[in-house]
């Protein structure tokens, strides 16, 4: 019975070894304390200039302005980031999305919505190559893209919250892209 306990104990002591250093693994590089720079510049030092229109996108069009196109009374900013979101409330309830990528092509796109099973159709916007989107288990809703002249890919995505949205659902993401491609007028 105790070369049974031993046995186990050097065992499990094998084992544990085995983990432990099968769990490590060499990083290339210096270390950098959380929150430090890491670029020689010192802490704190950050080139906000960079920066300066980081945001731009969420504004090009006015809530107002969306609510109008998509049919409701209101859009209320919901998230503004990598992506920006408006929530439409009044008469049509929708979630409207807006999202670009400055080095993105229309291609990646394209393969990205048919990898997600969505249909999509060539389109023109403002005189710009674009492609609709939609996803066949969510008929109300759909996605425009386009290539902006000098900002990388947008799109515009509508999805009403009710099922019983009726018209061409595509019809509000091309008003919003003309607007953005037209320069927000």
Do not use: H
């Not at 999202?99 to 919505?113: I, L, P, R, S, Y």
């Not at 799109?155 to 607007?179: F, I, N, Q, S, Y």
Request: with cysteine.
């Amino acid at each position: 019975m105790r070369r049974r306990t031993v046995a186990t104990a050097l065992t499990l002591l094998a084992l544990l070894a085995l983990a432990l250093t099968g769990c490590t693994r060499t990083v290339d590089g210096d270390p950098v304390a959380v929150g430090g720079s890491g670029g020689g510049q010192a802490q704190g030092n950050v080139d906000t200039d960079q920066f300066d229109r980081l945001l731009l996108e969420c504004s090009l069009v006015k809530p107002e302005q969306i609510a109008q196109i998509v049919g409701g009374s209101g859009a209320e900013s919901t998230f503004n980031g990598a992506i920006c979101r408006w929530l439409v409330a009044g008469a049509v309830t929708a979630d409207v999305t807006f999202n670009w990528f400055e080095n993105g092509t229309m291609q990646v796109e394209k393969d990205t919505a048919k990898r997600l099973g969505y249909t999509t159709e060539n389109v023109r916007v403002a005189s710009q190559a674009a492609f609709t989107q939609r996803d066949p288990n969510r008929p109300a809703a759909c996605a425009v893209t386009a290539k902006s002249p000098d900002r990388g890919i947008y799109t515009w995505w509508v999805e009403p919250r009710t099922t019983a949205a009726t018209g061409d659902p595509c019809e509000a993401p091309t008003k919003l892209m003309e607007l953005v491609l037209r320069g927000g007028q």
